[in-house]
């Protein structure tokens, strides 16, 4: 009999836990009929997939449960379980009307559907697939919650050893390790034909970001490019926050490694590029597990890690399988790849075939569904409805304290708006300007500004930036008291300590402009200019 499982999906792009969940609904959909819960924001090219394989989608409003560590706060906490709450309330005619037998939360971000479970009284299975503290430096907002809901699961599955560790250390809970599976034949190059290995290097992710490491592998080979591998090159990809992006780009610029390094777009299939390359870099700090290490492998790339999590379990700790190196020590890295190149082409084969083999053989997808079948078949054939009235009706009590007022999704306050507004009107004033044949350089030029600092990097900083770059406006100091990881690429300053050597600081934060100005001015900066002056005066 076909089990009726429903799956949560949490996130809203096609990354790693989205490729594996699709991988294993194409492997068991004989046996299973899968009905997929996304959120209401998730993008439409991760539906159709799930649609594609026949399984049935729906779509609520749900949150996630977590913030950046040590920004939790009662009034989050408390938002937060109401909007869970209220997704629980919704899952429940959808669980009725589907018949579900287990419900399959596909991640640890999100604890709505296991209240749902609890109150529909059904089994639910939790997948930890993620590590919240270690790999993205975040932590849960209702700790006390999330631990009772962990210990009412009816399994516990933890993507990998590192991650069944780390679960045992912090909770004090027992997981059942299953390695993700892949569909092998996909991934799977043939690499007896590889007549010589390149200096051609990928790395590849669904996210850009400072967690997953991208900065380490461009100023790796810039450290490889002064040492005189001016061949190599480094192809980067994946999507990620526009100003982090942003700053990685002008970080190549400023080093003249455009030739070197390119950054592209994420991409579904990654073989032509794999095809490409020779080498696969893995920069990510505390990989739960890593299916793009897995994926390098079977395509036979050679994989360099970072030592640590997820990453050192799939290559071996002593490299049995690819190389690693210290994570965040871009020298080490850059000695790692040295490394690689000058090592004889016998080794590097050997390697290669090790690596694949091991791949195919652990993470084959047939192998991981059967024991996925096999806890499912074990769980719902043993489930026992707990007695979970007192829990629930605290939950509810709690609920009703919130209140009764609906949230609905991300609250934008009046001062949001006035902000947004603000650098709206802006941006239309720069945009007259440049249409008119004008730039923003016409005006230092004429009050002999030769030097400035920026105040505020957010988007109309970063464009203030563009068009002032490579002019003979020096932009020696960024200030910006929120970078959003920008610090972690370029170099900021601070207005605390010793007085700026600049002709004029710019202030471009919208919405606040007059208020930073002046306090500025109170430190004894004699020229601070609003970037709404300048545009004003060009205007």
């Known amino acids: 009999?076909?089990?009726?499982?429903?799956?949560?999906?949490?996130?809203?792009?096609?990354?790693?836990?989205?490729?594996?969940?699709?991988?294993?609904?194409?492997?068991?959909?004989?046996?299973?009929?899968?009905?997929?819960?996304?959120?209401?924001?998730?993008?439409?090219?991760?539906?159709?997939?799930?649609?594609?394989?026949g399984?049935?989608?729906?779509?609520?409003?749900?949150?996630?449960?977590?913030?950046?560590?040590?920004?939790?706060?009662?009034?989050?906490?408390?938002?937060?379980?109401?909007?869970?709450?209220?997704?629980a309330l919704q899952l429940l005619p959808i669980i009725k009307q589907e018949r579900i037998h287990l419900i399959h939360i596909n991640s640890s971000v999100s604890y709505f559907a296991a209240l749902a479970a609890l109150m529909a009284g059904i089994p639910y299975v939790w997948h930890i697939r993620e590590l919240m503290e270690e790999q993205f430096g975040c932590e849960f907002l209702d700790k006390e919650l999330k631990h009772e809901l962990y210990i009412q699961a009816d399994k516990l599955i933890a993507i990998s050893n590192f991650v069944s560790l780390k679960y045992q250390e912090k909770f004090s809970l027992e997981t059942k390790k299953i390695y993700d599976g892949l569909d092998i034949k996909r991934f799977r190059f043939e690499i007896d034909k590889k007549s010589d290995f390149g200096n051609i290097f990928l790395a590849a992710a669904a996210v850009i970001s400072a967690e997953k490491g991208q900065i380490d592998a461009i100023k790796a080979v810039e450290r490889l490019v002064q040492q005189g591998y001016t061949e190599v090159r480094l192809m980067i990809v994946g999507s990620g926050n526009d100003s982090y992006v942003w700053a990685l780009k002008k970080y190549i610029k400023k080093k003249g490694l455009e030739n070197n390094i390119s950054i592209l777009p994420f991409r579904y299939d990654l073989a032509g590029l794999r095809k490409e390359a020779s080498y696969e870099i893995i920069c990510s700090q505390n990989e739960a597990l890593g299916r793009v290490t897995i994926e390098a492998m079977l395509a036979g790339n050679i994989v360099i890690g970072a030592r640590n999590g997820g990453t050192t379990e799939i290559i071996g700790a002593n490299e049995e399988r690819g190389y690693l190196y210290e994570l965040h020590n871009s020298e080490d890295l850059a000695d790692t790849m040295i490394r690689a190149i000058n090592t004889a082409k016998g080794v590097k084969d050997e390697i290669v075939n090790l690596a694949q083999t091991y791949a195919e053989t652990i993470f084959d997808s047939r192998k991981y569904c059967n024991e996925l079948l096999q806890v499912y078949d074990q769980v719902i054939n043993s489930f026992v409805p707990k007695n979970q009235v007192a829990f629930l009706n605290k939950q509810n009590d709690r609920y009703k304290l919130a209140g009764s007022k609906k949230i609905s999704g991300i609250q934008v306050s009046s001062n949001q708006l006035l902000k947004l507004q603000a650098a709206f009107n802006l941006s239309v004033k720069w945009i007259e300007i440049k249409q008119g044949g004008h730039n923003l350089q016409e005006y230092f030029d004429q009050y002999s500004i030769k030097s400035i600092a920026i105040y505020g990097m957010?988007?109309?900083?970063?464009?203030?930036?563009?068009?002032?770059?490579?002019?003979?406006?020096?932009?020696?100091?960024?200030?910006?008291?929120?970078?959003?990881?920008?610090?972690?690429?370029?170099?900021?300053?601070?207005?605390?300590?010793k007085m700026l050597e600049v002709d004029a600081i710019v202030v471009t934060v919208a919405g606040n402009e007059r208020n930073i100005v002046e306090e500025i001015k109170s430190m004894g900066y004699g020229n601070v200019i609003g970037l709404s002056s300048v545009l004003n005066a060009l205007n």
Do not use: W
């Not at 009726?4 to 046996?31: M, Q």
């Open 1 to 53: 009999m076909k089990r009726n499982i429903l799956y949560i999906f949490n996130d809203n792009n096609l990354g790693g836990a989205a490729l594996s969940l699709l991988d294993t609904l194409a492997e068991i959909r004989e046996y299973v009929n899968a009905i997929i819960i996304l959120r209401d924001t998730v993008e439409d090219e991760v539906s159709s997939k799930f649609e594609e394989l």
């Open 55 to 87: 399984s049935c989608c729906y779509k609520i409003r749900f949150s996630t449960d977590y913030v950046n560590i040590g920004k939790v706060t009662d009034e989050k906490k408390e938002n937060e379980f109401k909007q869970s709450y209220e997704a």
């Open 458 to 497: 957010a988007a109309l900083g970063r464009r203030l930036y563009d068009e002032l770059e490579g002019s003979h406006i020096s932009i020696k100091y960024l200030i910006d008291k929120n970078p959003d990881e920008l610090d972690k690429v370029m170099e900021f300053t601070s207005l605390n300590g």
